[in-house]
């Protein structure tokens, strides 16, 4: 009966974190429909207000949660306050570059950018890490790469937006995994890195009577100050998610972000899809059908390995000697 109820819990909780990772990777799919709103703002003053806002939500959040352990810890280790502003000089580029790019009417080649992040994440793991690929990844990273260059004749240039998305979002991560705090913890001090050059610059915007926080109305501030929250809620989604769903389930769900993204911009900004730019795109999702195919494998293999390991370690484990049985007394 108890096996029954914790595998009933279990299940539930698996459903519940499946809710969670599909909440945050669909809110960040749907960011494109989100900035444009933020307009007549720029894209730059819209990055300094996310990172200002981001901090205000973040530490609100840390409030409601008593977390405060890790500052004490983290200001004690000089190489990791280097890693998280690593991190935040990454993440500020990659913000920046997408604001812009969705604003300006990129949104597919956006997408792009985040569909070839595994890829880019994998050969980047080769390269600075010297981590070993398998067939299937070299084949998937191989496809990538011809994917790109299809996409480069068919824009007439490199796809640089997608490109610089791709390499600083994986360069982000790299910092995170270095670095090793959790997902609130690590945006609370990269947003505290960000925090002061971030409002100094819209202060100067307000001198020079540029800003456009004040100017569009209260619903425009509000939209503004709502940049925080949205990018505080979909990261504690992504948390809970986390911890309740398998990795190779987290995985599959990261490619919802980019497939949102995509049909955003190809159904509701109709932009354009020539063929030479379908086949590069169709490249790109073969090379992740590839790559998700040869994780999952490589998932149930080790799965399979330690189940026969922990089988074994139990046949060799001597059974308990029977307790000695007392002579019945007289």
Known sequence: MGRGVA?????????????????????????????PLLEPAGAVEILAHRMAWSLVAVVLALLVARRWAWIPELLRQPRKLGLIAVAAAVITMNWGVYIWAVNAGHVVESSLGYFINPLVTIAMGV????ERMRPAQWAAVGIAFAAVVVLAVGYGRPPWISLVLAFSFATYGLMKKKVNLGGLESLGAETAVL??????????LGFQGSASFGSAGVGHM????????????????????AIRVPLSMLGLLQYLAPVFQFLVGVLYFREAMPPERWA??????????????????????????????????????PAPAPAPVEAPRP
């Open 7 to 35: 595998a009933r819990s279990g299940d539930g909780d698996q459903r519940t974190g499946l809710l969670y990772g599909i909440g945050a990777y669909g809110i960040w799919g749907l960011f494109p429909l989100y900035w």
């Open 222 to 241: 509000a939209l503004l100050a709502s940049t925080g929250l949205v990018t505080a809620v979909p990261l504690v989604f992504f948390g809970a998610a």
């Open 195 to 204: 925090f002061l050059p971030a409002v100094g610059y819209l202060v100067w």
């Open 280 to 317: 590069g795109f169709g490249l790109v999702w073969v090379a992740l059908t590839l790559l998700t195919w040869d994780a999952l494998r490589s998932a149930r293999r080790t799965r399979g390995e330690a189940a026969r390991l922990a089988a074994r370690a139990a046949a060799k484990t």
């Open 127 to 130: 390269v600075l890490l010297k």
